[in-house]
């Protein structure tokens, strides 16, 4: 039975349901997060390896958690808190029926995307997968961690994509332990339709080799270019700040997302992977935008005055605003900076259902950091520049209209 079914919200966890909010912007979000159902994994796998399967047990407590090789991963919700009161936020929802369905549930979520008019999404996994495929690719059995993969692309293709092909960008992952295989699944994806790759943002901490090992790396960036496939590399993917001693993890860690998002790019441009593909497309998931100026500004000085960089036939941060994609919950205070980055270079997430989501309110969120930029300009940073990228169609009227 699917532990995932009938679920009923709590109406002493969850909020009225809220009505659909005024559309003031034709949003695509470049950063949602999706919650696997118990049923992900099931009949996808080949059958020597489908009773090895990850799947939901009932801890002593009445929690539902993922089981898989022996190991137990904990809090199946991942901060999957839309929707719910705020005092009953500081603990995760440990069953799904805690959880909204529109983080579980494909229709669910589209209803939900249309209370924020939001048009179209980019969903990562969560848990199970650790965001970008790591408990699969780290996996003791090999063979497994390459079917969990498979299984894990058909599943988010068939259930989650496909009965909704306008309003969901299709994102995969890769079993990056194998290089070829890692390859192998980009094109496999790509030739029915997925956009993008879940990748992490700094490898050699998840115990992967390093972006210089080009041995290792050069058959999936080569994958990601040839087939237009956009590299995402989300926050939190390679682990999360090293915290001192008696710190409050979840603040400073919180606090600090955009620290490693500027730390993972700066890896990347230095890797000369980018500079190496001009076609490479980068998107660098929940980071925010308030370090990528001075990023940009760093490299443009360090070749001036210092003359690192200076054996590349193209400067550093060049191939950043080449190469590079941006995007912001809002940003109220640095989105003066978008002239330096490149209007063309930012894109909107809603984070749905993170605690950072600024669903149902997301139009009214963009209306107050925003509404003073020109029309043309928020067209671009609500949706077009997110449609380019993606390759994903925008609906007839694109809103807001004007110059």
Same mark, same amino acid.
């Given at each position: 039975m699917d532990v995932t079914a %009938?679920?009923?919200?709590?109406?002493?966890? =969850?909020?009225?349901?809220?009505?659909?909010?005024?559309? =003031?912007?034709?949003?695509?979000s470049v950063d949602d997060h999706l919650v696997e159902p118990a049923h992900t994994f099931e009949g996808r796998l080949p059958t020597g390896l489908q009773d090895r399967a990850p799947r939901i047990v009932e801890t002593p407590e009445g929690h539902q958690v993922w089981e898989f090789e022996g190991d137990l991963f904990t809090q199946v919700g991942m901060n999957a808190v839309a929707g719910r009161r705020?005092?009953?936020v500081a603990y995760e929802p440990f069953r799904f029926e805690q959880m909204r369905p529109g983080c579980y549930d494909v229709d669910a979520r589209i209803a939900d995307m249309d209370v924020c008019g939001m048009w179209a999404s980019v969903n990562f996994p969560s848990m199970i997968t650790g *965001?970008?495929?790591?408990? *699969? *690719?780290?996996?003791?059995?090999r063979e497994l961690g390459q079917a969990c993969v498979r299984a894990w692309n058909d599943w988010f293709h068939e259930e989650w994509y496909e009965p909704h092909p306008e309003r969901i960008i299709p994102l995969g992952i890769a079993y990056l332990a194998d290089p070829q295989v890692a390859a192998e699944e980009i094109r496999r994806n790509a030739a029915r339709g997925f956009k993008a790759v879940s990748l992490p943002e700094r490898p050699h901490a998840i115990g992967l080799p390093s972006l210089w090992d080009r041995d290792h790396w050069d058959p999936i960036i080569e994958a990601c270019a040839e087939t237009d496939t956009v590299a995402c590399l989300h926050v939190g993917s390679s %682990?999360?700040? $090293?915290?001192?001693? %008696?710190?409050?993890?979840?603040?400073? %860690?919180?606090?600090? *997302?955009?620290?490693? $998002?500027?730390?993972?790019?700066a890896e990347w441009v230095w890797s000369g992977h980018p500079l190496r593909h001009p076609d490479l497309k980068i998107a660098m998931s929940e980071g925010g935008i308030g370090w990528v100026a001075m990023l940009l500004d760093r490299l443009e000085n360090i070749v001036d005055r210092s003359g690192y960089g200076l054996g590349w036939d193209m400067r550093p941060a060049d191939v950043m605003r080449r190469n590079f994609w941006f995007c912001t919950i809002d940003d109220p205070s640095t989105i003066d900076t978008r002239y330096a980055i490149g209007v063309d270079r930012i894109m909107v997430e809603v984070d749905y259902p993170h605690g950072d989501s600024t669903w149902p309110d997301t139009q009214e969120?963009?209306?107050?950091?925003?509404g003073h930029l020109p029309a043309k300009e928020l067209r671009a940073l609500c949706s077009e520049n997110a449609a380019r990228l993606f390759r994903h169609p925008l609906p007839q009227r694109v809103l807001p209209e004007g110059d």
């Amino acid at each position: 039975m699917d532990v995932t079914a %009938g679920a009923q919200l709590d109406p002493e966890l =969850f909020l009225p349901e809220p009505e659909p909010r005024e559309v =003031f912007y034709t949003v695509i979000s470049v950063d949602d997060h999706l919650v696997e159902p118990a049923h992900t994994f099931e009949g996808r796998l080949p059958t020597g390896l489908q009773d090895r399967a990850p799947r939901i047990v009932e801890t002593p407590e009445g929690h539902q958690v993922w089981e898989f090789e022996g190991d137990l991963f904990t809090q199946v919700g991942m901060n999957a808190v839309a929707g719910r009161r705020p005092e009953t936020v500081a603990y995760e929802p440990f069953r799904f029926e805690q959880m909204r369905p529109g983080c579980y549930d494909v229709d669910a979520r589209i209803a939900d995307m249309d209370v924020c008019g939001m048009w179209a999404s980019v969903n990562f996994p969560s848990m199970i997968t650790g *965001f970008c495929g790591r408990v *699969f *690719f780290a996996a003791k059995e090999r063979e497994l961690g390459q079917a969990c993969v498979r299984a894990w692309n058909d599943w988010f293709h068939e259930e989650w994509y496909e009965p909704h092909p306008e309003r969901i960008i299709p994102l995969g992952i890769a079993y990056l332990a194998d290089p070829q295989v890692a390859a192998e699944e980009i094109r496999r994806n790509a030739a029915r339709g997925f956009k993008a790759v879940s990748l992490p943002e700094r490898p050699h901490a998840i115990g992967l080799p390093s972006l210089w090992d080009r041995d290792h790396w050069d058959p999936i960036i080569e994958a990601c270019a040839e087939t237009d496939t956009v590299a995402c590399l989300h926050v939190g993917s390679s %682990g999360l700040y $090293s915290y001192p001693d %008696g710190a409050p993890r979840l603040q400073l %860690g919180a606090t600090l *997302f955009g620290q490693l $998002s500027l730390s993972a790019c700066a890896e990347w441009v230095w890797s000369g992977h980018p500079l190496r593909h001009p076609d490479l497309k980068i998107a660098m998931s929940e980071g925010g935008i308030g370090w990528v100026a001075m990023l940009l500004d760093r490299l443009e000085n360090i070749v001036d005055r210092s003359g690192y960089g200076l054996g590349w036939d193209m400067r550093p941060a060049d191939v950043m605003r080449r190469n590079f994609w941006f995007c912001t919950i809002d940003d109220p205070s640095t989105i003066d900076t978008r002239y330096a980055i490149g209007v063309d270079r930012i894109m909107v997430e809603v984070d749905y259902p993170h605690g950072d989501s600024t669903w149902p309110d997301t139009q009214e969120v963009l209306r107050r950091a925003w509404g003073h930029l020109p029309a043309k300009e928020l067209r671009a940073l609500c949706s077009e520049n997110a449609a380019r990228l993606f390759r994903h169609p925008l609906p007839q009227r694109v809103l807001p209209e004007g110059d």
